[in-house]
Structure formats: C-alpha cells, structure tokens
C-alpha cells in the first residue's frame, strides 16, 4: 500500500519543531571529545539533553551519525546510551564512532534519560487526546537535531547518517522516510511487519510510544522503510528475537525491496540476519554498520 511522506505525516500528528542551543560543556577523553549539550525546544519549552562524541582536533567538515537510543524498559539511560552503552549493546557506540572519524548526536526522547520525570503512558495519552502521537514528537525532535547537527563545521552536511538499535531502528528508518537529508540508514532489531506481529501477539512487546492511529489500515512497515530508496540501507536482525521473527522479517523486507527495485537501487539495500540471536547486537553487525556507514559517508 503506497504512501505518501504527506500522509504518513498526518497519520504520525508530526509537528516540526527547532533547537536552540543553550550551553555546551567540553569534555577531553583522549580518543574523543564529549560535548555535553543543552536544547531548547522553541515549540514546547522543553530543555533537552544532548550528548555528541567527536574525534580530537580540528580538520575540515565530516560524516556525522544522527544516534536514536533504545527503549528496553530503562527510562533513566537515554541519550547516556552513547557514552556508557546499554545491556543489548557490545560497547558505548559514541567513542567507537569517534574513533573512526564521526561526529555523533543523541538526545534524550520524550520520557527517558533527564526527561522521565513524565512517564511514557502519561506522554502517550497526552499526545493521543491532542491528535498527535508520541511517536510523532520523537521523530520531529530527531528531525529538528539534524537540523541542528548539520549546521556545525565540522560536519558535512551531505554526509549525515543515522543509527540505532530497538527503539532507536524504528526511529531510523521512519525518520530517513520522512527526510531526504539522511544520507544512509543503518538499523539493529526492530525491522518488522507490524501487521506480523499484531497477528501473533507480539506487537505487545513495543512500548506505548509507537501507537499510530489509523497505520496499518494505509500503509505497514516495510513500505515506510522502502521511502528510503534509493538512499542506502542496512537492516540487521537476529532471527530469536521476539520483536523480528522471521515471517515479519521477510514479510516486510519483501516491501522495501520491491521500492528499491523500482527505484533502481536494489544494491543499496542489504539485510544481515542472523539466526540464534535475539534482541542485541553482535559483533557481525556492528562490524556491517561500520563498514557500511564507512562506505556510504567516509570517515
């Protein structure tokens, strides 16, 4: 079911927001630089926690990662997810980054890290009665970072990409979908058809932040991720994981190559699926997210 970037718009109740930076704090850590960030929403108010890792010295703009943390039920990690990692993670992704030349952005989401003093069925609901989503308001945050993240110096603005795994994956994708300026995607453990997974039951599994009125009646998943073509894409699963199981899998992944195909961009799309493995990262994808990423933005 085609759909357009308009519609899926609609149907996310999306309403663009802007940053403005507040304060910065600068960190050396030998390998990378920290730069400890503070946003001001200029639609809500809200005061934003945002960490960046970069590599040390100067040198002229380069590729930059747009990071999108996880959910997995921890509400006080957020955007510390690029500096200290997660359980589901092999290390902390920012210095691993920095090291290989990106510059990389995460925020804190609606409801996590600084921001979980409001609880996600609080915010859900709240979203809900004003005809937007919770969901909506995280991809207009990410999109407004990148606005953001692309303005800095040392950053190529035509060389932005984004990355996440769980949460963070479905926040790639959507927002690659929505905006052209993401040069390359690449996704860990929630590519999936959602239509799947409601009819087994483990649609449960998402967090009240990816309720969308009205989504699968238009569009599924897989159709939102083919909207990326033909910019390039990585999608990585493991085949054990309740949230990716393989009829999903290859249900969805049928949609998103088909728009590739008609795009003519079959080769810029790939999938890594590992059977045995469940919701976390190993150590086949993230040497494929960064050799993927050092393909398609250098670094």
Same mark, same amino acid.
């Given at each position: ?10 149907? @996310? ?71 200290? $990692?997660?359980?589901?993670?092999? $290390? ?6 920095? &090291? ?12 996590? $890290? ?5 609880? &996600? ?14 969901? $909506? ?32 994956a479905t926040l790639s994708y959507f927002l690659a979908a929505l905006d052209g300026r993401i040069a390359a995607t690449a996704h860990l453990c929630c590519f999936a058809d959602f239509a799947s997974l409601v009819e087994t039951g483990a649609h449960d599994r998402h967090g009240l932040y990816l309720t969308i009125p009205g989504l699968l ?8 991720? !083919? ?36 795009? !003519? ?15 976390? &990262? ?14 398609? @933005? !250098?670094?």
């Amino acid at each position: 079911m085609p759909i357009s970037v308009a519609r899926l718009r609609t149907l @996310l109740g999306f309403v663009e927001t802007e940053l403005s930076l507040e304060a910065c704090e600068t960190e050396e850590c030998g390998s990378h630089i920290v730069e400890r960030l503070r946003f001001r929403s200029r639609r809500s108010g809200a005061e934003i926690r945002g960490l960046l890792t970069r590599p040390p010295g100067g040198g002229g703009p380069g590729p930059a990662i747009l990071y999108a943390h996880a959910h997995g039920g921890r509400y006080e990690i957020g955007a510390s997810e690029l500096l200290d $990692g997660r359980p589901a993670l092999l $290390g902390p992704p920012g210095p691993f980054l920095a &090291e290989h030349g990106f510059v990389t952005l995460c925020l804190d989401m609606p409801t996590f $890290g600084e921001r979980s003093i409001v609880t &996600e069925s609080a915010a859900t609901k709240a979203a809900l009665w004003y005809g937007r989503t919770l969901f $909506g308001q995280m991809l207009a945050e990410q999109q407004a970072a990148l606005t953001w993240l692309s303005s800095r110096d040392d950053v190529d603005a035509n060389r932005i990409g984004m990355t996440g795994i769980s949460m963070g994956a479905t926040l790639s994708y959507f927002l690659a979908a929505l905006d052209g300026r993401i040069a390359a995607t690449a996704h860990l453990c929630c590519f999936a058809d959602f239509a799947s997974l409601v009819e087994t039951g483990a649609h449960d599994r998402h967090g009240l932040y990816l309720t969308i009125p009205g989504l699968l009646a238009e569009t599924s998943t897989g159709v939102i991720a !083919g909207l990326v073509a033909p910019r390039p894409q990585l999608i990585c699963v493991g085949l054990d994981d309740p949230l990716t199981p393989p009829q999903a899998v290859e249900r969805a992944y049928a949609e998103t190559q088909a728009a590739y195909r008609a795009a !003519g961009a079959e080769d810029a799309l790939s999938l890594l699926a590992e059977p045995g493995v469940g919701h976390v &990262e190993t150590a086949p994808m993230r040497d494929a997210v960064l050799a993927f990423l050092k393909r398609h @933005l !250098g670094g």
